[in-house]
């Protein structure tokens, strides 16, 4: 054991550090300061074990609370991390960090309500926090709250414009309200920013491809795969944006490269059964339809290519 103050070694049963002179029953600053070193080490178990008898000795110990909610949070006791949060607003003198911390706490409860007015009352101590606004706006977009949600994430990037994570977010919600213009102008600011940001890549693909602009979308999708060459999704609308194209030659290795990645993925057999079919790859074809029933046998637009298929293989027999 270590003396709290001087770390010097001591006994468990020392009621004083010899080399300081501590006393080591009473010291809650002491113990405090031990707890956070323990924190900061990844020990946290140990750490919360000395901050709950802190807390005991001083109840009204706000720092105590607050780091006790910290390491709580970590653990993922997220529950006993918004009583100790709580606790820790009564008597701080920091309120808006204990508050910002109890959101996402409360966020991550799933209790949106409450964590959008923890956050709302932080941004009432600090409406500079860029961070606290793109936190409310995910709360209120994941109750489906998108006009709020856009506000808020507005602020943040009028704060901070190159906030890449909040123009994501806000061009996600200009995507779900229909408007794929905004969602592509925000989408190509990420990328601008951030050009390895393979969601965003992949996101701005998806709202050129709703507006039909299948060359535009072709390009992003393809960036994406370069980032990321296992984003199955990635490989799979590309293989939709090319045989919308008319390539059906190119769509068909795109979701043969999408089915190396994921062969469980029924919807893309369904597709390079269909271009193999539309290509006269009759082998390709039986395999990919094998596939796709063996994933969804009683899928009607599965049953009516097959049926499409033997009526192609009769012809050429």
């Known amino acids: 054991m270590q003396c709290p103050r001087c770390h010097a070694s001591i006994s468990k049963r020392a009621r004083f550090c010899e080399q300081c002179g501590v006393a080591l029953v009473n010291d809650v600053d002491g113990l405090h300061r031990q707890a ?34 910290m390491a ?59 961070e606290t606004h793109y936190r409310l706006g995910l709360a209120h977009l994941r109750r489906s709250e998108l006009e709020p949600a856009r506000k808020a994430l507005d602020a943040a990037i009028a704060l901070n414009p190159d906030y890449t994570r909040a123009l994501f977010i806000l061009g996600m919600v200009f995507s779900q309200q229909g408007d794929h213009r905004q ?81 469980k993925d029924f919807c893309c057999w369904l597709k390079l059964a269909e271009c193999c079919l539309h290509l006269g790859c009759l082998g390709e074809t039986r395999h990919a339809l094998d596939e796709a029933l063996a994933l969804q046998p009683d899928n009607r637009d599965l049953q009516a290519l097959e049926r499409r298929y033997r009526e192609r293989y009769a012809e050429g027999t």
């Not at 820790?88 to 949106?112: N, T």
């Not at 709202?207 to 535009?216: C, I, K, P, V």
């Open 183 to 263: 969602a592509i102008e925000q989408f190509r600011k990420v990328v601008a920013v951030s050009p390895d940001y393979t969601a965003a890549t992949f996101e701005l693909g998806m709202a050129l491809y709703r507006l039909r602009d299948f060359q535009g979308a072709e390009a992003a999708f393809a960036q994406a795969m370069e980032h990321s060459p296992r984003f199955a999704p990635a490989c799979y609308m590309l293989g939709e944006t090319l045989a919308r194209r008319g390539d059906q030659a190119a769509a068909a290795a795109a979701y043969r490269r999408s089915l190396e990645i994921n062969a």
């Open 72 to 130: 709580l949070y970590d653990r993922g006791d997220l529950g006993e991390a918004v009583e100790a949060f709580r606790r820790a607003l009564q008597d701080s003198s920091e309120p808006f960090r204990v508050l910002f911390k109890l959101g996402m706490a409360q966020y991550g409860l799933g209790d949106l309500a409450g964590s959008i007015a923890s956050y709302g009352r932080a941004l009432e101590l600090n409406p500079g926090s860029a």
């Open 36 to 69: 956070l070193d323990l924190y900061h080490r990844g020990r946290i178990d140990e750490a919360l074990a000395l901050w709950d008898e802190v807390v005991v000795r001083r109840p009204d110990f706000s720092r105590a609370h607050y780091h006790r909610g």
